[in-house]
């Protein structure tokens, strides 16, 4: 919903008054899939779908949430909020302002409203990017009235513990880092052992490219108890490896390194998981330096790998997904595509050539439609800024 709407929509529920609007981003990942969670490279950016909260203080202890999508409102007292981990919608808002209270933000009454362009299960990140709106919003008020600094990464942490301990998702940094620290115009080269990042400008325009997002529109079911099980198999790869080399994560082996020690791995499954993290690990690095370099044609080269890879040995990817990949490749003017997020449906990006846009979307609509029957949607991604105020 546009902002001037959403406004009124504010009114309507809440009554007049000042009404302020901050913004949590989805991401796409360009590449780095599941390495995350094993201390790993990633390299996603922050992009103009989002995640809008508007916010007003109230005199008393109360929040209450309402959504632009979803009827009634959920209510709760800030002096208790840490029976919500299960209710039906708003629990990511909740656990996220209990983490915050208990770190010792000031938190204050509010009445909330909720708006997401971010469609949802897409593997865009929308709980992210509400659970990092959430954040910012009760963060800024708190800076305000009691000078707590704002500090973007820790807020990403807050929202990642959010997720993890109160919705169950066994989740790591990227997709909170993403929309919390996104830049407008550059990926996030982040490594997650230990936080250290670097912004990476994407001029892919300039060079002659468009980044495309696929959503193959396949609705994702148990994505969670999936997405724990393949932590939980790089945990068992890592536990068998760590008396046999000296490695603070998973993620810190390098190729040759594996190579040498995968035979420690009892569980063939937790190795094929594995082999998957230390490649992809290493595909990313070596990706960022070539897009430094401006070859992009090697970026996608290696984008091609980490879908096969994800296909093939970590197995998130799934027939809509790979029948999505296999569409984008087949299309003239395609560079690079792969599945972007947890998997298991949601989005695959591409980068195609400008002039090749148009027919790329028909082409691949068609071809993707023909082999599933799900109609997908192509929206052109604009990588922007993360988490922040916005005034209009
Ligand atoms: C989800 C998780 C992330 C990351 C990706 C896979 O989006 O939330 O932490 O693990 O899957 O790369």
Redesign the pocket.
């Known amino acids: 919903m546009e902002i001037g709407l959403l406004k009124e929509k504010f009114c309507e529920i809440y009554g007049e008054g000042e009404i302020r609007v901050f913004v949590g981003p989805a991401r796409v ?1 360009l590449i ?6 094993q201390g790993g490279y ?1 390299f996603p950016c922050a992009i103009s779908l989002r995640s809008a909260c508007l916010v007003r203080i109230r005199s008393d202890n109360r929040i209450r949430i309402a959504a632009s999508d979803l009827p009634g409102i959920v209510e709760a007292d800030i002096s208790d909020l840490s029976g919500y981990g299960s209710i039906p919608w708003g629990n990511y808002q909740l656990g996220v302002a209990h983490i915050m209270r208990q770190k010792g933000y000031s938190l204050y009454g509010m009445d909330m409203l909720f708006d997401e362009t971010v469609p949802h299960g897409s ?1 865009l ?1 929308s709980s ?1 990017a509400i659970e990092v709106a959430t954040a910012i919003s009760i963060a800024t008020i708190s800076h305000e009235r009691v000078g707590t600094p704002i500090n973007k990464v820790e807020l990403a942490q807050i929202a990642q513990m959010a ?1 993890n301990e109160y919705v169950g ?1 066994n ?5 909170q880092f993403a929309s919390a620290m996104g830049q407008e115009g550059q990926a996030i080269l982040l490594r997650c052992s230990d936080l250290d990042y670097h912004y990476a400008p994407i001029q892919l325009s300039q060079m002659g490219y468009t980044l495309m997002i696929c959503n193959t529109k396949k609705p994702r079911s148990l994505v969670t108890s999936a ?1 724990n099980q393949r932590r939980g198999e790089c945990d068992e790869a890592y536990a068998d490896l760590k008396g046999h080399v000296n490695i603070a994560c998973l993620a810190e082996l390098s190729p040759a390194q594996f190579h040498e020690n995968e035979k420690y791995i009892r569980n063939p499954v937790a190795k094929k998981r594995a082999k998957h993290v230390v490649l992809e690990n290493a595909r990313t690095i070596q990706a960022a330096s070539v897009l430094k370099e401006g070859n992009i044609i090697r970026f996608g080269e290696l984008m091609y790998a980490s879908h096969e890879s994800l296909r093939d040995l970590f197995e998130v990817t799934g027939e809509e997904l790979d029948a999505m990949y296999r569409a984008c490749v087949a299309q003239k003017g395609v560079v690079g595509a792969r599945m972007t ?2 998997g298991f449906g949601g989005c695959a990006i591409a980068i195609v050539e400008n002039e090749q846009v148009e027919a790329f979307t028909a082409g691949a609509c068609e071809s993707y439609k023909k082999q599933t029957g799900y109609t997908p949607a192509f929206y052109m991604a604009e990588i922007t800024d993360g988490a922040r105020e916005i005034y209009s």
Do not use: K, P, R
């Not at 780095?32 to 969670?37: K, L, R, V, W, Y």
């Not at 989740?171 to 997709?175: K, L, R």
């Open positions: 990942n780095g899939e599941h390495t995350d969670h990633v593997g990140s992210a997720e998702m989740c790591g940094i990227m997709d997405y997020g947890a």
